[in-house]
């Protein structure tokens, strides 16, 4: 039972144009969800978190959206730079007070081309 | 060290073979987790520790898996009597008390 999902395992983005990576839960519980990259041989790197108190929050180019009432995420990456082209994995810790061992989504490859 | 560290890099092991992969923690955190990513896929959890205690368990796939960290630092995840599934790479992460979680770079184990 996938309780993160990423449905689109690949996406291909003109330099400067926008990017909008999705992911889907089914856990009502989920409070927190958190954005990681991965380039290759690498491990996943903290990109982004929101909390479910909030519908949007921004950090320079990255924005995450939250729609609690369609279990939805987005990630808006505005403008896209070829160093964007990575791995994302959306993530959600379990309730809040348990350790925080992540379930994280299948990953969607970003490709930017310049 | 700066970074989480892991060992080996890359791991070959033939079928049966037992095999033990080892992190290295960010100085002073507290948590330590071990993910499996299969090809194509997320990491999923397989153990945490806080401290030297195991906290949980529930990942780890059979009792071929065991996991250590006996003074609350470096961990080892052993895997016996490997299997062809087995094959992924294996994360290590670990956080301060309650904070966010730092990767290594992985063990990518490749069984023959």
């Known amino acids: 039972d996938q309780q993160v999902k990423q449905n689109s395992p690949s996406l291909s983005v003109q330099e400067g144009r926008i990017s909008i990576l999705n992911c889907d839960y089914t856990?009502?519980?989920?409070?927190?969800f958190l954005w990681y990259k991965k380039y290759p041989a690498e491990g996943p790197t903290f990109l982004i978190s929101i909390s479910s108190i909030k519908d949007k929050n921004e950090d320079g180019r990255f924005t995450v959206f939250l729609n609690k009432s369609a279990k939805h995420l987005s990630l808006h990456i505005v403008p896209s730079q070829p160093g964007d082209s990575a791995v994302y994995f959306c993530a959600a810790p379990p309730g809040s007070g348990s350790a925080r061992q992540l379930t994280f989504g299948s990953g969607t490859q970003l490709t930017v081309l310049p | 060290g700066a970074g989480v560290s892991q060992s080996p890099r890359y791991k070959v092991a033939k079928r049966g073979q037992d095999v033990a992969l080892r992190c290295d923690p960010i100085?002073?955190?507290?948590?330590l987790f071990w993910y499996q990513q299969a090809l194509g896929q997320g990491p999923e959890f397989l153990t945490y520790?806080?401290?030297?205690?195991?906290?949980?368990k529930s990942g780890l796939p059979s009792d071929r898996f065991f996991a250590e960290r006996p003074e609350g630092s470096v961990s080892t995840l052993k895997i016996q009597r490997t299997q062809q599934e087995d094959s992924a790479v294996y994360l290590c992460?670990?956080?301060?008390?309650?904070?966010?979680?730092?990767f290594g770079s992985g063990t990518q184990l490749s069984v023959l």
């Open positions: 992460a670990s956080s301060p008390r309650r904070g966010r979680l730092f």
């Open positions: 520790f806080q401290n030297e205690a195991q906290l949980d």
């Open positions: 856990n009502s519980m989920f409070d927190y």
């Open positions: 100085s002073g955190h507290v948590s």
